[in-house]
């Protein structure tokens, strides 16, 4: 006899899920703050994202990517300070601190959840003698 397996029931279409990595990075929750407002995000996107660990080799994990390019080099330490101070005062503990003059990147980890904060310089804008345009990343496992 095959034994069949009963499928949970799916939601509605159009009612994110409060497990969605997506809707938690977009709308935050009682762990985690709100998408930081003020600048327009791409479309977030559920995909592989190789997380910085320290002293492993990155763990490749499924979650929520959301980034803006094309911003100013202050606007994009205001992001990742607003991360930071938001993070810490939720208990999450940095576990991977990393940064140059216009790179940074910034693993958090809360119990079994990741979250990484990625800004860096638009390559096209080398050589330029005023500060380069910055890419933010933001990526939400759990």
Same mark, same amino acid.
């Given at each position: ?9 799916? /939601? ?7 497990? @969605? ?30 997380? /910085? ?19 100013? @080099? ?27 003059v216009y790179s940074i990147t910034d693993t958090y980890k809360n119990? @079994? ?19 380069? @345009? ?9």
């Amino acid at each position: 006899g095959e034994s069949s397996t009963v499928e949970s029931p799916k /939601p509605a279409t159009g009612s994110p899920q409060a497990s @969605d990595p997506c809707e938690i990075l977009v709308n935050g929750n009682d762990n985690f703050p709100p998408l930081y407002s003020g600048v327009s995000w791409s479309k977030p996107a559920i995909k592989e994202y190789e997380v /910085p660990i320290k002293g492993t080799t990155p763990r490749k994990l499924m979650g929520c990517l959301i980034s803006i390019n094309g911003i100013y @080099d202050e606007t994009s330490l205001k992001i990742t300070g607003f991360y930071n101070e938001n993070l810490r005062e939720r208990g999450w503990e940095t576990i991977i601190s990393a940064g140059g003059v216009y790179s940074i990147t910034d693993t958090y980890k809360n119990n @079994d959840k990741f979250f990484v904060v990625r800004r860096f310089a638009e390559q096209s804008s080398s050589g330029q003698s005023s500060a380069p @345009d910055m890419i933010v990343e933001l990526f939400y496992a759990q």
